[in-house]
Structure formats: structure tokens, C-alpha cells
């Protein structure tokens, strides 16, 4: 999986990130040896339970935390090269929305200056064109005018996540990381906020990276699909492809509990997961595997092509030879 | 059977200049035994019911009708030294960490409500303890370890073993799966499900997730703008929804469709709490809106089943039977 053209789109190769543990334990892994491309104009919808490096490669792609090795590629831009001042004039490029809009907002200031903020930071347009783009983007995320000097905590959480797209939005970038921005709000709320970002993503063209351990909420609003496990993935494919044709033991597993839905359903659980470190010569999902063999405790499996097209990708050593 | 928790025509509103109804016109019943499920979406009064059975109610707040648990009618407040409800009732919150005392050992916080509430022996009492902890199952050096060393999904059990031990008649769980991943959420609730059968316990769950509802309550409750617009056995709600706001909810849900589906149903607006308007609340909202619907009240009644309550004068047709 060798990048051939990095000039546009999200790629990264081999990122390794590894936490470091208190009482001489060993470090945690973060991300393992990890690549991911992400096509422009795509979303590439990430799922994995909590701990799985989801979020950590996030911050990864943004370089807001140091990676131990790999490269990134972000539209042609070498991330892991930049300096400090380049980063940051190439950081309007790239933005990221959170779970939890109202940690996310300064309680203290009002939301239209929220909203400006990334504008006047990167020194975008005159206090004039700045104000006109500001109604634009309440109009654009389906915010009303009226609400623009209120402060956050007056708004609801629906409004609260729409003021954090726009801000996301402000400054056009051209990759969007949403990280669970939806998995705080009520249903009816998710569904529109959902609705919202797709209609976005058709409109304005962004890459987007989607977070979330929802797999209803991932078939959604991905065109690509992957799964995440210990900081690997495990699988990756077209979303029609991986919703239909599931071929990771981890991914079968997954889908049978959200298809369960109401039935109570088997699910590894971080809970109980043995945090260990997967760099021993096995495939990190060989203890909860329902599938497993003699040999996936001895050989650690390689992301590969199991199909051309759809492009379906899977780490598994029932696939290998 | 007689209910164990009776709440009848149970209305609050909180102090301040818009003064407003925060829960309207409430009547529940729990059964023993039985698991009741109250859904609605956040700011539509889920928890200030809660905090009313459990007498934790902010001062100043106007409240009328009557709580009655266990055939005794319950006090607002506590008082020092008067029966209250929170003699009845135990409750979880959504965040485990914030109720537990990060400096004392999980093992010593749960001895104490255990010394406090059971008539046990002190030698029994370290007995009672494993107990708790198989019960809610946590193995059992967790008594020695302090709250921080625990996932947010232990902390939730060390919770529930701190509600067990109250020996309470009914345990009020409020959001209690909210700030846990999904896997974790799965544990708690079907420990909660597994508890309330074995125990026999009676629960009453509040949670803006249908879902989670569906896996543990046997009856449940829609709530919007602190009213009750339907009221049916778990299984009714879900097949055959007739508030369109609960068919909405129900849709809403993100499921994973045979096709990827071009755009999500749901609800359009959201629900506006701060006005009080003269006729139903759900009106500017609903699908299925009549002119009326915008002047008069819809009541909750009750289809001729008899067992599903709904309060809408348009409500959803029932599913025709296929022959």
C-alpha cells in the first residue's frame, strides 16, 4: 500500500505512536505501523471501540502530538517536515471538530467572535468580508442570524455542534477531521447534524475524516470504511463493499452486535481487553478471535489486497497464502 | 400488584423571572419488580423527576400532586431526622467519578453504606462485601483499589454495588451508560437487566437512548417539554408507535441499512423548553399537525387495549394486519 501520488488527498505511512507507561510497565500502543489514504473529496469513515487509536490518529494527521515514526502527506504537504511557522499557516488547511462542543467552546465568548476567530488568526479577508462570510456560515449550517451573540451555554447542543462546524468551516479548509461529533447529542439531533455534514461535504468538497464507534452512524456518511483495533487496521474497503461483504473476523463480530441492536450481543469489550503490547510476533486480535488458528498467535498478518475492485483491504492471516 | 412507586398529577417549576414548568401533569406507576424506562430528549425533565423522588429537588422549586413509595406519601425535602424518600430509593448517576470519594478505597465506601443500611453483624460484613462485588462482577482485590485506578465501566459498578447495598426498594439510574464507550454500555446494561431479574429489582431508567431502554425496561415513558405523551409496554413503543413524536425518536435511531442510505429521517427543530405554549408542545414540530393541534392540550389516553397511553389528537394508525 505505497503511496503513489501524495499530491492530493490524506496519506500516511507507517505511523507508530507509542504511549508511554508509568511503573516501568511496558508503553501502550497508540498507532502500529498504520497507513491510510484518504482520496480528496472523500470520507473515509474510521470505527473501533474506545482505546483503539481512533482519536490518536487524529491528532496524528494534525500533528498535534509527535509521532514516533511515519509520514504524512496532507494535499502534497509533507506534515511531519514543516516548520513551526509553516505548520501553522498550513493549519486553516486542516481542522477538526470534537465530541463535546460545549468543552470545545470558551464559555466567555460570544459565538459569533468564536466563529470569526480562526478568520482574524490566519488573517483572512477585511473586518468587512469577515462579517459577510460570518452570515454566510450561519446560513451554511442552518443557524439563525438572531443567535449570533449569544453566548454557548444559551444555545442547545444541536446549535452548540453547528457552531463548531462553522467554525471548523470558516476558513475553508480542505481536510476535515470529525472526531464522535455526534455521539453527544439526542437522536433527532444527531440525525440532522448528520444529515448536515454530508449535504457539506457535496457542497463545499472537503476530504473528511470521520471518528465514530457507530457503524449505523459510519454507513452513513462514509465512502470508505476503516476498522481500527490496538492501533491497527484490521479492515478496509468501500463502504458498500465492507457493509456487504465483512471479511475481518473483528469486523463480522462488530456487525453482528450493532445488527443485534436490541438482543444482547457479544462485543470485545475494552473492559476486560488486554491492553498488552501487539509488537510480539502476533496478530493483536488473536486472543478475542472466534476464528482463530495455531498460527495467528506466531505470525503477525499484513494489511493486503484481497480484491482489486471494489478496493477491499484486510489483516488477517485466513487471507494470507 | 400494588405499585411500589406512585406518582400522581406531579407537577414542578423552578424559581425565576420565566418561571416554567420543568415537569407537567406527571402520573407513573413502578411496579415491584418491574423495570420502567423514561426517554425524552436532554432539557425535557427527565432528571428533575428523579431528583423529586429522591427529595433532591433545589430549594424554592414550586411543586404539586404526590409521590407515594411503598404506600407512604414522601416528602419534597429532606428533613433531618423526618422519613423522606431517600429512604426508598438509591440512585446513579452518569458520571461515576464525580460520586465517588477520589481518597477512600472503593472497598471501605461500600462497607460504609453497607454498616449504615443492613442489619449485618459487623463480621459479616466483609462477607457481604464480596458478595456486592461478584454481584456486580468485579473481582475481588477491586475492595483495595481507589476509584481512579478503575475504567469508567468499574466505577459504574462499584456504583450499582453501593445501590445494592442500600437494600433499597427501588434503584433510579439516571443516564448511568451516557459516559461510557459502546462496548462498556453494553456490559452495564445488561448487568442492570441481569440485576433487575435476579434481584427483583425495581428500576427506573432515564436515558435519552431509546435503544439502551429497549434492552432493559419492560414499560416505558416518552417525555417531551415535561409531559408524558406515551406510555406503553416496551414491546407496543416499538413496534407501534402512535405519538409521532415517539415514531420519530424511533426513526431517528442510526441503523445500518441494507444500502447506505442517501439522507437520515428525523425530527425537524428542535424541541424549544423555554416557552410554554397553549397547545401541544410537539405541534410546530409534528408531521402529522392539524390546525387545532396549536390551541388545545391533547390529554393521554389510552387506546382500547387499554395498556398504551398517548396523548395526540392525530395519532399514528395502527399497522394493518396482513392476512
Known amino acids: 500500500m505505497k503511496p503513489a501520488d501524495t499530491s492530493t488527498g490524506v496519506h500516511a505511512n507507517g ?26 473529496g472523500k470520507t473515509y469513515g474510521l470505527v473501533g471501540e474506545s482505546g483503539s487509536g481512533k482519536s490518536t490518529l487524529a491528532l496524528a494527521l494534525l500533528r498535534l502530538i509527535k509521532l514516533d515514526a511515519g509520514e504524512i502527506w496532507i494535499n502534497g504537504q509533507a506534515i511531519q517536515t514543516l516548520s513551526q511557522a509553516e505548520l501553522r499557516a498550513q493549519r486553516q488547511h486542516m481542522q477538526l471538530i470534537f465530541q463535546n462542543p460545549l468543552a470545545a467552546l470558551d464559555p466567555r465568548q460570544r459565538i459569533d467572535n468564536a466563529i470569526l476567530e480562526p478568520l482574524a488568526l490566519h488573517k483572512i479577508g477585511t473586518a468587512i468580508q469577515r462579517r459577510q462570510q460570518l452570515r454566510n456560515l450561519f446560513e451554511l449550517v442552518g ?8 453566548y454557548p451555554h444559551q444555545l442547545s447542543g444541536g446549535q452548540q455542534q453547528r457552531v463548531m462546524i462553522a467554525r471548523a468551516l470558516a476558513c475553508r479548509p480542505s481536510f476535515l477531521i470529525a472526531d464522535e461529533p455526534v455521539s453527544a447529542l439526542d437522536a433527532p439531533i444527531q440525525a440532522q447534524i448528520l444529515n448536515l455534514l454530508r449535504e457539506l461535504q457535496a457542497e463545499l468538497g472537503f476530504t473528511m475524516l470521520f471518528i465514530s464507534h457507530d457503524l449505523a452512524v459510519i454507513q452513513f456518511i462514509a465512502d470508505i470504511v476503516g476498522v481500527m483495533y490496538q492501533g491497527e487496521l484490521l479492515e478496509q474497503a468501500n463502504n458498500e463493499a465492507l457493509f456487504n461483504n465483512p471479511c475481518h473476523p473483528y469486523t463480522e463480530s462488530l456487525l453482528a452486535a450493532a445488527g443485534a441492536g436490541m438482543q444482547t450481543a457479544r462485543l470485545n469489550s475494552h473492559d476486560q481487553a488486554p491492553r498488552k ?17 495455531a498460527v495467528c498467535s506466531q505470525q503477525t498478518p499484513t494489511l493486503r489486497y484481497i480484491n482489486k475492485s471494489p478496493p477491499h483491504w484486510v ?3 485466513h487471507y494470507e497464502n | 400488584m400494588n405499585p411500589i412507586v406512585s406518582i400522581r398529577n406531579l407537577s414542578i417549576s423552578y424559581p425565576g ?9 406527571i402520573n407513573m406507576d413502578i411496579l415491584p419488580g418491574q423495570a420502567v424506562g423514561l426517554v425524552g430528549e436532554s432539557g425535557c425533565g427527565k432528571t428533575t423527576l428523579a431528583l423529586a423522588l429522591m427529595g433532591m429537588l433545589p430549594p424554592g422549586c414550586d411543586h404539586r400532586g404526590e409521590i407515594i413509595i411503598s404506600g407512604q406519601k414522601v416528602d419534597f425535602y429532606q428533613r433531618p431526622g423526618q422519613p423522606s424518600a431517600r429512604d426508598h430509593c438509591a440512585m446513579i448517576f452518569q458520571n461515576p ?25 459487623k463480621s459479616a460484613i466483609p462477607d457481604r462485601l464480596a458478595e456486592l462485588l461478584m454481584l456486580v462482577g468485579l473481582p475481588d482485590h477491586c475492595g483495595k483499589l481507589y476509584p481512579h485506578e478503575l475504567s469508567g465501566g468499574m466505577q459504574q459498578r462499584v456504583l450499582l454495588a453501593m445501590a445494592l447495598a442500600r437494600e433499597a426498594s427501588i434503584l433510579i439510574a439516571d443516564e448511568p451508560t451516557t459516559a461510557l464507550d459502546a462496548g462498556t454500555r453494553l456490559q452495564i446494561l445488561n448487568l442492570l437487566k441481569q440485576l433487575q431479574e435476579k434481584q427483583n429489582l425495581s428500576l427506573l431508567l432515564i436515558s435519552h437512548d431509546l435503544s439502551a431502554i429497549a434492552r432493559v425496561c419492560q414499560q416505558v415513558a416518552i417525555v417531551y417539554q415535561g409531559r408524558i405523551v406515551e406510555q406503553a409496554p416496551q414491546k407496543l413503543i416499538y413496534t407501534q408507535p402512535r405519538h409521532p413524536y415517539s415514531a ?19 425530527l425537524l427543530g428542535e424541541a424549544n423548553h423555554a416557552t410554554e405554549q397553549s397547545g401541544c408542545g410537539f405541534a410546530s414540530r409534528c408531521p402529522r399537525r392539524e390546525a387545532y393541534c396549536e390551541q388545545q392540550l391533547p390529554p393521554l389516553n389510552a387506546t382500547l387495549e387499554k395498556n398504551q397511553h398517548f396523548a395526540c389528537f392525530n395519532p399514528r394508525p395502527l399497522p394493518t394486519v396482513r392476512k
Request: charged letters at 15%; glycine letters at 6%.
Open chain 1, 15 to 40: 505511523l507508530m505512536k507509542l504511549w508511554p507507561a508509568s511503573n516501568k510497565q511496558a508503553p501502550r500502543v497508540g498507532l502500529n505501523n498504520l497507513d491510510l489514504i484518504i482520496p480528496a
Open chain 1, 143 to 150: 443557524l439563525s442570524q438572531s443567535l449570533a451573540s449569544r
Open chain 1, 277 to 293: 503490547t501487539p509488537l510480539t510476533g502476533s496478530c493483536c486480535y488473536s486472543a478475542g478471535c472466534l476464528r482463530g488458528m
Open chain 1, 315 to 317: 489483516k488477517c492471516l
Open chain 2, 17 to 25: 423571572a420565566g418561571a416554567r414548568s420543568a415537569v407537567k401533569h
Open chain 2, 97 to 121: 467519578q464525580t460520586s465517588l470519594n477520589p481518597v477512600i478505597s472503593i472497598g471501605t465506601q461500600i462497607n460504609r453504606i453497607i454498616q449504615r443500611y443492613s442489619r449485618l453483624k
Open chain 2, 248 to 266: 420519530g425518536l424511533l426513526a431517528a435511531i442510526p441503523k445500518i441499512h441494507p444500502k447506505r442510505p442517501r439522507k437520515l429521517q428525523t
